[in-house]
C-alpha cells in the first residue's frame, strides 16, 4: 500500500474559551486545544446520513451542571534545586441540583489523572537522572476543553504536550462523555445507531477526508466495522456534531500519518 501524496501533518489546534453555558474553568490559564488529528475539524457536508442518538435532549427543560476546573503543576528537582521534570493535571468540579453521581465520576477521574502524573513525573525524573545534564526540562503541559455541557450530557477533552527528550514534543487527546445524570462515560454506541449504513457513511467520509491517501478498501471496511462494533474509537462532542477518531496505525498505514478521523451528524 502506498500514499499518493506524503501525510500532511495537522498541527496544534488553538482555540479559547469553549466552555459552553453552566460550565466554568477556574485559575488563570487560557483554554487551549490541540490534536494530532489530520483535519480534525475539517468538517464534511454532515446533512446527511445517520447518526440516530439514543439519549434524548431535554436539556432545555433542566438545569444543567456546573463543571468547572484547575490545572495543578507538581515538578521533581535535583539536589541543587534543579527542575528536572514538571507535569500537570486537571482537578474538576460539579456542582449543581441531582449531579453527585456526575461529581462522584469527575472524583474517580481526578484520581486517575493524579495517576497518571505521578506515573509521568517518576519515569522521567528517572530518564532524567541516567542522562546527568541535559539542556532541556521533561515535561507536560496539560490543558481542558469542554465541548459540550447540559443537562443530558457533558464532554471534556483533555490535551497532554509531552517533552519526553524525542526530536519533537508529542501531543495526545483524551475524551471522555458523561451521561450528566448517571455519571457513566457513554460508548458511542449508547448516542448513535451503529448499522451497516452508518458504518458506510463513515468511510465514504474517510476518503473524502483523506483523498490523497490510497485505502485498501477491504482493509478500511473491516477496521471501521470491527471497531465500532467493538467502541474501541475515541470520540468527542463538537459543534453539535460527534468527532470519531481512528487510532494511529489504523488502516495500514504507519505513526507518521497520524490519527485519521471524520466527523458525523447528530441530532439534538
Known amino acids: 500500500m502506498k500514499k499518493k501524496n506524503a501525510a500532511k501533518r495537522f498541527g496544534i489546534v488553538l482555540f479559547s474559551c469553549l466552555l459552553f453555558t453552566a460550565c466554568s474553568k477556574d485559575g488563570n490559564r487560557e483554554d487551549t486545544e490541540g490534536s494530532d488529528l489530520k483535519n480534525p475539524v475539517n468538517t464534511p457536508d454532515v446533512s446527511s446520513p445517520s447518526a440516530a442518538p439514543n439519549i434524548k435532549d431535554d436539556s432545555k427543560n433542566s438545569s444543567a451542571p456546573v463543571v468547572s476546573y484547575e490545572i495543578v503543576r507538581e515538578a521533581r528537582t535535583d539536589e541543587s534545586g ?63 476543553t469542554i465541548t459540550r455541557c447540559d443537562a443530558d450530557i457533558v464532554c471534556i477533552m483533555i490535551l497532554r504536550t509531552e517533552e519526553q527528550g524525542g526530536t519533537h514534543p508529542n501531543n495526545y487527546t483524551d475524551s471522555y462523555n458523561f451521561n450528566a445524570k448517571t455519571g457513566e462515560q457513554l460508548k458511542l454506541s449508547d448516542v448513535i445507531t451503529v448499522d451497516e449504513q452508518q458504518k458506510e457513511a463513515i468511510v465514504e467520509e474517510l476518503y473524502k477526508n483523506y483523498s490523497e491517501f490510497e485505502f485498501d478498501d477491504a482493509l478500511v471496511k473491516q477496521e471501521v466495522s470491527s471497531m465500532l462494533d467493538a467502541n474501541t474509537v475515541n470520540w468527542y462532542f463538537w459543534e453539535g456534531n460527534i468527532q470519531i477518531v481512528f487510532p494511529e496505525g489504523s488502516f495500514g498505514f504507519s505513526h507518521a500519518e497520524g490519527s485519521l478521523g471524520v466527523l458525523i451528524p447528530v441530532q439534538p
Not at 102 to 116: F, I, P, Y
Open 82 to 144: 534543579r527542575e528536572l521534570v514538571y507535569a500537570e493535571y486537571p482537578v474538576f468540579t460539579v456542582t449543581g441540583d441531582d449531579y453527585s453521581a456526575l461529581s462522584t465520576a469527575a472524583d474517580q477521574l481526578n484520581e486517575e489523572w493524579k495517576g497518571k502524573n505521578k506515573e509521568f513525573l517518576d519515569e522521567m525524573e528517572t530518564n532524567a537522572k541516567e542522562w546527568g545534564e541535559i539542556s532541556w526540562v521533561y515535561g507536560r503541559d496539560t490543558s481542558v
